[in-house]
Structures are given as C-alpha cells and as structure tokens.
C-alpha cells in the first residue's frame, strides 16, 4: 500500500512569510494526525481530524496555523506569519479508528521548515 | 493526562550485542497500546514494535523485544544482534481509547548510536 505522502520536504522562509505543507494519507485512514517536532524533541500533535472535522487542535496556536482536511482526505497546514520558533519538523501521520487494525499510526517522511 | 518518559537521551552499543532502552508512562487507564518508533536521519518514523497492555506476553518482532511490566508502567525495548542500520533515535509512545488518551502520546527520545 503507498505510504503517506508529504510536501514539501524542505522548506526555508523568512519570519513573518507564510508557509504551507500538503499531507495525503493512506487511502482508507479516517484519521489524519498533524505533529511538530522541535530538533532533539519528541513529536508534538498538534491537530486531530477524524474525515473531515476537527477532533482536537487544542495544541495548535491557532492565531498564527490553520489546518484543513479536504472532503477527509488531502489536509493542508498553514503558517501565518511564521516565527523562528516555528522551525520543526511538521510530521503527517493517519491511522484507523479505534480497536481496527493494529492502532498503531503510518507517518510520512515530514516537512522540515527553517525559519530565518 | 498521559506522559511518556525515556530517561536516556542517548545510548550506543558494539555491533552484534544486546541494548536495551528504557520507557515509563503514566496513566490511569487499564487499556491502552504501547510502541517503540524508529526515527533515522530519513525523518520518517517507523513503527518497531507494539505492545497490547491487555496482553501478558511480551512482543517480539525478530531482534526487537519488549520488557512490559504493566504494574511498574515500565515498556524496554531490547535490540538483539544489534546492526548498523540500527543507528536511529527511538521513540516510545503510548496511545489510550478515551479522551486526549486516544491520540499518540511520545517520549523526548533515545538516540542510539552502533559501533562498529
């Protein structure tokens, strides 16, 4: 089965420029999973859409991101303005529900975004 | 709320011995799933192992097994045979069915270093 797809892998922006990543999950997740991860850090979550609402984004700051999930699918993760503590590693994962499958969760490879 | 602790931040190991990485999680409930995740310097994280709190025999996948002392919340991994392409960090994180629970909770990580 193919895997999580992220893009864009790399990406370098000034403070204060806007930012955006692109998440497809594997086909069938009903459950989409956006994570920071700060350099040395465990990942963070930071939103949680079950098909296409918004399950938890009590982690997000949500005066600066925005998130959204498609007809719950492809999901979008904006940053608006961008500060140099936004610099991370910004990490898609989906999974199945609740006691289907293994529970566990499928990642992509990330978005690393440098903020100078 | 769930935490998940790894009180190494790094560890290295000769190549064909044994190393084992420490986790400890608190929770209150008495179902949950545990995991150890692989992060090499690709970014994306692999899942190694799981572990079902509901079962008592410790998982095993080839070379990886876990130490699940479910009173003592304590979850060890230990890498049999260690490889090169074992150099990554590790990730233990704990996932729950209710609440803030059902979302992947992760520790700050162990890097482990092989030495040839």
């Known amino acids: 089965e193919a895997g999580v797809a992220q893009s864009p892998r790399y990406k370098i922006i000034e403070k204060r420029q806007s930012v955006a990543f692109w998440c497809n999950p594997i086909?069938?997740?009903?459950?989409l999973y956006w994570y920071q991860q700060i350099l040395g850090q465990g990942p963070k979550l930071l939103i949680q859409?079950?098909?296409?609402?918004?399950?938890?984004d009590s982690q997000l700051p949500k005066d600066r991101f925005s998130a959204e999930r498609l007809k719950g699918v492809d999901s979008t993760l904006k940053i608006q303005p961008a500060k140099l503590e936004d610099s991370a590693v910004y990490l898609c994962?989906?999974?199945?529900?609740?006691?289907?499958?293994?529970?566990?969760?499928?990642f992509g490879s990330g978005t690393r975004l440098t903020v100078v | 709320a769930q935490t998940v602790t790894q009180s190494q931040p790094e560890m290295s190991v000769q190549e064909a011995e044994t190393v084992t990485l420490s986790c400890t999680y608190d929770?209150?409930?008495?179902?949950?799933?545990l995991f150890w995740y692989k992060q090499p310097p690709s970014r994306q994280m692999i899942l190694v192992i799981r572990q079902e709190a509901y079962k008592q025999q410790n998982a095993t996948e080839n070379r990886f097994s876990v130490n699940f002392q479910k009173a003592a919340k304590s979850f060890s991994l230990k890498i049999s045979d260690s490889q090169l392409g074992d150099a990554a960090m590790y990730f233990c994180?704990?996932?729950?069915?209710?609440?803030?629970?059902?979302?992947?909770?992760f520790g700050s990580g162990t890097q482990l270093t092989v030495l040839p």
């Open positions: 086909s069938g997740h009903a459950t």
């Open positions: 859409f079950q098909n296409n609402g918004v399950v938890d």
């Open positions: 929770t209150s409930e008495s179902d949950y799933y």
């Open positions: 994962a989906s999974s199945l529900a609740p006691r289907q499958g293994n529970y566990g969760y499928t």
């Open positions: 994180a704990y996932r729950g069915f209710s609440g803030s629970a059902r979302q992947l909770t």
